[in-house]
């Protein structure tokens, strides 16, 4: 199905859900600039472009005690570039959280644990699959305009199609991934209308870079592909690494019900035999409440 008719698809998902009044919790739309979309290290291969996203999420919750509640949410996005087609996609998710509040009022500290299930859907075929994770988080709200958070993650992403190898001997699902993660985060109300968030991520597992024919990587990577999404020639190469984010978001109330915010990420991998890619990603994203 083409990127078009899924976004059709989408369109209708949300006419009918407003019809029968389903619970939607928001709406945003978000505009994002990633300058190394390949996570290339040599400037021939390094690709940006610009995207916008269309999301929607909601679902119940259920109060188990004073201190302990269950949540059921779906997700539906669509994600559209300006320049690669093949990276267009939709995927629609659904998670189940289970949060714990050690006592009452706004400054106890808080756990939460969540499990997720996403579909993912490319007009790459090479990129379909599932993201399937596991979270932990921990919080709290110091002061009624400091509020910080720590958090591990598990992920992993499986594949539909297995292309033919282009080395015999190296396997070719390179969307066949696995990862983990862990964060700290801090949010401060620096006026009633503006939160400012920072955070920093240290990530640990499979990355995908796409690049030309290139031995270094090619010596270092568990999985080999043609991409083309990125042009001819293109290969998708699996490997290891270790990756640093940092980032920083301002987020302003706009009404009663939305708010528009601006962020940046700054990304660093490093990957065993001398590899290593940087990247900046850029967003603005407006977000309705219902």
């Given at each position: 199905m083409k990127f078009d008719e899924r976004l059709a698809c989408l369109a209708l998902v949300l006419c009918a859900a407003q019809a029968s009044a389903a619970p939607l919790d928001d709406l945003g739309v978000e505009l994002v600039y990633d300058d190394n979309l390949t996570r290339a290290q040599l400037g021939r291969d390094i690709k940006g472009d610009l995207a916008l996203s269309v999301s929607t999420s909601g679902g119940p919750r259920f109060q188990l005690t004073d201190y302990d509640s269950l949540a059921l949410r779906g997700a539906l996005a669509a994600t559209k570039y300006r320049h690669y087609d093949g990276l267009d996609n939709i995927n629609a998710g659904l998670a189940l959280g289970y949060r714990r509040k050690?006592?009452?009022?706004?400054?106890?500290?808080?756990?939460?644990?969540?499990?997720?299930?996403?579909?993912?859907?490319?007009?790459?075929?090479?990129?379909?699959?599932?993201?399937?994770?596991?979270?932990?988080?921990?919080?709290?709200?110091?002061?009624?305009?400091?509020?910080?958070?720590?958090?591990?993650?598990?992920?992993?992403?499986?594949?539909?199609?297995?292309?033919?190898?282009?080395?015999?001997?190296?396997?070719?699902?390179?969307?066949?991934?696995?990862?983990?993660?862990?964060?700290?985060?801090?949010?401060?109300?620096?006026?009633?209308?503006?939160?400012?968030?920072?955070?920093?991520?240290?990530?640990?597992?499979?990355?995908?870079?796409?690049?030309?024919?290139?031995?270094?990587?090619?010596?270092?990577?568990?999985?080999?592909?043609?991409?083309?999404?990125?042009?001819?020639?293109?290969?998708?190469?699996?490997?290891?690494?270790?990756?640093?984010?940092?980032s920083i978001g301002v987020s302003r109330e706009v009404g009663r019900q939305s708010s528009v915010s601006l962020g940046y990420e700054y990304r660093d991998s490093r990957a065993d035999g001398g590899i290593d890619y940087s990247g900046n990603l850029f967003r603005a994203t407006y977000l309705y409440g219902f």
């Open positions: 050690f006592g009452l009022g706004p400054y106890v500290p808080q756990f939460a644990l969540t499990g997720s299930a996403s579909r993912l859907e490319y007009d790459n075929r090479l990129r379909d699959g599932w993201l399937y994770a596991a979270e932990a988080e921990a919080s709290k709200r110091v002061t009624d305009r400091l509020a910080l958070r720590a958090f591990v993650r598990s992920e992993r992403r499986e594949s539909d199609d297995v292309p033919a190898r282009v080395v015999p001997f190296i396997r070719a699902n390179v969307f066949d991934l696995s990862s983990r993660s862990a964060g700290i985060g801090a949010d401060f109300a620096c006026d009633p209308r503006y939160l400012v968030s920072v955070g920093f991520t240290w990530h640990r597992g499979d990355i995908v870079s796409t690049t030309q024919r290139n031995r270094p990587i090619f010596l270092a990577s568990s999985a080999i592909a043609p991409d083309p999404v990125f042009g001819d020639n293109t290969y998708a190469y699996t490997m290891q690494a270790r990756t640093r984010v940092f």
